[in-house]
């Protein structure tokens, strides 16, 4: 398992790319996503998020 985003909740603000202490999210097109070969599920980003946007 990684952290991944669900897409209807995401507004691409970009809160969880600068928590991710791994650089393992990316933002385009207004929709974050996460490189599920980083992610070590720290779960920062699941904090990070204002929209409740990113589960594991
Ligand atoms: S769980 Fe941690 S490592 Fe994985 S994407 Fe979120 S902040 Fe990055
Ligand atoms: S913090 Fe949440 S709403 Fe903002 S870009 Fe990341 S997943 Fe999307």
New binding site residues.
């Given amino acids: 398992m990684?952290?991944r985003v669900i897409r209807s909740l995401c507004i691409g603000c970009g809160a969880?790319v600068k928590?991710?202490?791994?650089?393992?999210?990316t933002v385009r097109a207004n929709l974050a996503r996460?490189?599920g070969a980083?992610?070590?599920?720290?779960?920062?980003?699941?904090f990070?998020c204002p929209k409740g946007a990113?589960v594991?």
């Fill in positions: 990684t952290a969880c928590m991710c202490p791994l650089g393992a999210i996460v490189d980083r992610c070590d599920e720290c779960e920062e980003c699941i990070a990113i594991l």
